[in-house]
C-alpha cells in the first residue's frame, strides 16, 4: 500500500449526494468550493459540462466540515461536528462552550471544571450548521447560554470570519421565541504563535494529523450520540429542542401563474400545489424548506424570494390563483396559454391548413 493509499484511509472524507447537489439543476452554485480553505474541492468539466456535484481530493480534505455547514441544499455530510453529539453535550446543561482548533492551541480553558458548563472542541466555527447551534441552546436549561470560543478570524489560516459571524446570525434568528437563550460569540484570547507565524492560508500537514490521529475518538463519541439520538439531522434536532423555531421560507408576491416552476425544482420537496375547482394552491412546508433559493431563482415572474427565518413549523399557503378555462373545451389553461388550450389551438391550426389545401 502507497502512502497515497494510506493517507486516503485514514483522513476525513465529505459525502457528496449528486442528487441532491443543486447544479444539476443548473444552478452554478460554488458555496462548498469557496468555502473549503483547503481547495479539496474541485468542480471538473465532463464531457463539456460541468453542471454535476464537485469532486473531492481525500489528500487535501482535512474534514473542517466548513462544506457540509454552508451548502445550501444539505448535500454534504460525513465531515465536521456531528449535530447530536453538540446537542446531547448542551442538554440540561447551564452553559456550552464550543472551543476552535486555534483557541484551543493558545491554552484557553473550556472551563468545564464549572458546575453546569460543558465544553466541546469543534475545529472551527463555521463548520457548525446554525441549527446545531439553536437546537443546542434548546436543550440548555432556561437562561443557559452558548459561547463560541475563537482566537482572531482575520488571522486564522481557516479565513473564516464572515462565516462564524454569518453563522451566529443565523442561529439567532433560527431561536425565535427563546428569548432568555443567548448565542455569543467571545474572543477571549489572543492569535496563537504557531499559526499567527504561517504565511500559509492553508491548514499544516501538523493539523492535519493532529485532526487524524483524534478522529477515532471523535467518531466513538459521535457514534454514540447518533445512536441514542437516532442520528437526527440538525433540523430534526431543533425541531425537538424548540417549540416555536425560526425556520427558512419563501414568499411569493402577486402575480404567481401557477406554473410549478418551483415545486418541480425545489431539492427538499417542500413545496407543494393542489389544483382544485380551477384554484391553485401553492404552499410550503417550513420542517422541510432549507432555504436555497432554487424556487426564487427558476420562477419566471420573479416573484418568489427567500422571506428569511420565521417561527412557524406548519404547512403555510404562499399564494391561491384562479387558473383560466379554454374557451373551447373549457379545460384548464397551462401556464402561458390564453384563450384556447394547446390541444385546441392545435385542431383549429390543422383545419385551416387543410381548408387552405384545398382553396376552400
Known amino acids: 500500500m502507497g502512502v497515497a493509499d494510506l493517507l486516503t484511509g485514514l483522513l476525513p472524507r465529505p459525502t457528496l449526494d449528486e442528487h441532491a447537489c443543486s447544479r444539476r439543476m443548473g444552478s452554478g452554485c460554488s458555496v462548498c468550493v469557496d468555502a473549503c480553505p483547503q481547495q479539496a474541492l474541485q468542480i471538473l468539466s ?3 459540462r460541468d453542471d454535476h456535484a464537485p ?8 474534514g473542517c466540515g466548513l462544506c457540509e455547514a454552508q451548502c445550501p441544499v444539505q448535500a454534504i455530510s460525513g465531515v465536521g461536528s456531528a449535530a447530536a453529539l453538540i446537542v446531547d453535550a448542551a442538554r440540561g446543561k447551564e452553559m456550552l462552550r464550543l472551543r476552535c482548533e486555534a483557541a484551543r492551541t493558545s491554552g484557553a480553558k473550556l472551563g468545564t471544571d464549572r458546575r453546569g458548563a460543558a ?4 475545529g472551527c466555527l463555521a463548520s457548525l450548521h446554525p441549527e446545531t447551534v439553536a437546537a443546542a441552546a434548546g436543550a440548555l436549561q432556561d437562561g443557559g447560554a452558548i459561547e463560541l470560543m475563537r482566537s482572531d478570524c482575520a488571522r486564522c489560516p481557516m479565513g473564516a470570519g464572515e462565516a462564524v459571524a454569518a453563522m451566529v446570525a443565523e442561529a439567532g434568528a433560527c431561536l425565535a421565541g427563546a428569548g432568555r437563550i443567548h448565542v455569543g460569540v467571545v474572543a477571549e484570547v489572543d492569535e ?3 499559526v499567527a507565524q504561517r504565511p500559509s492560508a492553508k491548514m499544516s500537514r501538523r493539523s492535519l494529523f493532529r485532526s487524524a490521529s483524534g478522529r477515532k475518538a471523535h467518531e466513538d463519541a459521535v457514534s454514540t450520540a447518533a445512536s441514542s439520538r437516532g442520528g437526527r439531522s440538525p433540523r430534526e434536532l431543533v425541531l425537538a429542542s424548540l417549540s ?8 411569493v408576491d402577486e402575480g ?3 406554473c410549478r416552476a418551483c415545486v418541480n425544482i425545489c431539492p427538499k420537496d417542500a413545496l407543494s400545489f393542489t389544483d382544485a375547482d380551477d384554484i391553485f394552491n401553492l404552499t410550503v412546508d417550513p420542517a422541510a424548506c432549507v432555504g436555497c433559493g432554487e424556487c426564487a431563482r427558476v420562477c419566471p415572474e420573479g416573484i418568489v424570494a427567500p422571506h428569511g427565518r420565521l417561527p412557524d413549523a406548519e404547512v403555510v399557503l404562499l399564494t391561491s390563483v384562479q387558473l383560466p378555462r379554454c374557451t373551447t373545451c373549457n379545460m384548464s389553461l397551462s401556464p402561458g396559454e390564453s384563450g384556447r388550450c394547446a ?14 389545401e384545398y382553396g376552400l
Do not use: I, K
Request: glycine fraction near 14%.
Open 46 to 48: 465532463s464531457g463539456g
Open 55 to 62: 469532486m473531492v481530493d481525500p489528500l487535501l480534505c482535512v
Open 119 to 122: 465544553g466541546l472542541d469543534v
Open 192 to 194: 496563537p504563535a504557531e
Open 244 to 251: 416555536h423555531p425560526g425556520l427558512p421560507r419563501p414568499g
Open 256 to 258: 404567481c401563474t401557477g
Open 343 to 356: 390541444s385546441c389551438s392545435s385542431r383549429v391550426s390543422l383545419v385551416s391548413d387543410v381548408w387552405a
